[in-house]
């Protein structure tokens, strides 16, 4: 198998996982659905994505404290 086989399998693997955790991620994220009609400010998306990402982090870090034990 080449590098660029590997690196592709690799992606797609961390790829499959983020969305395995998506649920958990943004239910431990907390943070409200936008009104409709109405739009985020960039400040706004910028502390979102932060919070997602910590959160992400966590859920991430829980799947393997769960899967190790």
Request: glycine share 2%; hydrophobic share 40%.
């Amino acid at each position: 198998m080449s590098s660029a086989d590997t690196s592709a399998a690799d992606q797609q693997r961390r790829y499959r996982e983020f969305l395995d955790l998506m649920p958990l991620m943004i239910s431990l994220a907390g943070l409200p659905a936008s009104d409709v009609g109405k739009y985020f400010s960039e400040e706004q998306m910028e502390t979102r994505v932060f919070t997602l990402r910590h959160a992400y982090k966590m859920a991430r870090q829980f799947a393997r404290e769960q899967i190790s034990r």
